[in-house]
């Protein structure tokens, strides 16, 4: 049993239940905007509890999405291990993106695959689909530690800088 590996999949199953709580938290806050501004409602004495989602954002760029702007869907980086994205996989990305995206994945010059277009209400089943086919994106972006690529013969010739 690899243990990084396993705590992996623990981390990314507390991230999926934290989006859809944060979803969930986010729709209502929303809704109650739109019932604030439609129908004059006072807001003396009503607070809303944003502690979810606020926890939510401050962590889901490490887990590789983002929002696109104005947009207001959201951008998914899912991580491959090794770097390695076999056919049945990259057809899986290509429906997802179909279904719940903006029709179409990204291919970056960071040899990364991206799913966009993505709604906010779609997001939890999207990373549920990605999990139970092996994929996570713990440390997928943000302020996380990602694969390092250096060239194939660094450290056996004489070099400026060693990275070995």
């Not at 859809?20 to 607070?47: M, T």
């Not at 994929?135 to 400026?160: I, K």
């Amino acid at each position: 049993m690899d243990i990084n590996k396993e705590f992996d999949k623990l981390e990314m199953k507390n991230f999926i239940e934290l989006t859809k709580e944060a979803i969930d938290q986010e729709i209502k806050h929303e809704k109650w905007d739109d019932l604030r501004k439609n129908y004059s409602i006072n807001e003396v004495g009503v607070k809303y509890n944003t502690d979810i989602l606020d926890k939510w954002n401050k962590i889901r760029t490490m887990y590789g999405l983002y929002t696109e702007g104005k947009k207001g869907t959201y951008m998914y980086r899912p991580r491959f291990p090794e770097g390695k994205v076999p056919l049945e996989k990259l057809e899986l990305l290509s429906e997802l993106g179909e279904k719940y995206g903006d029709k179409r994945i990204h291919v970056t010059t960071r040899q990364d695959i991206q799913l966009q277009g993505i709604k906010k209400e779609n997001l939890p089943t999207v990373l549920e689909i990605l999990f139970n086919n092996g994929y996570t994106s713990r440390a997928a972006g943000g302020n996380a530690a990602r694969a390092v690529l250096v060239p194939a013969m660094s450290g056996f010739e004489e070099e400026v800088f060693d990275v070995s």
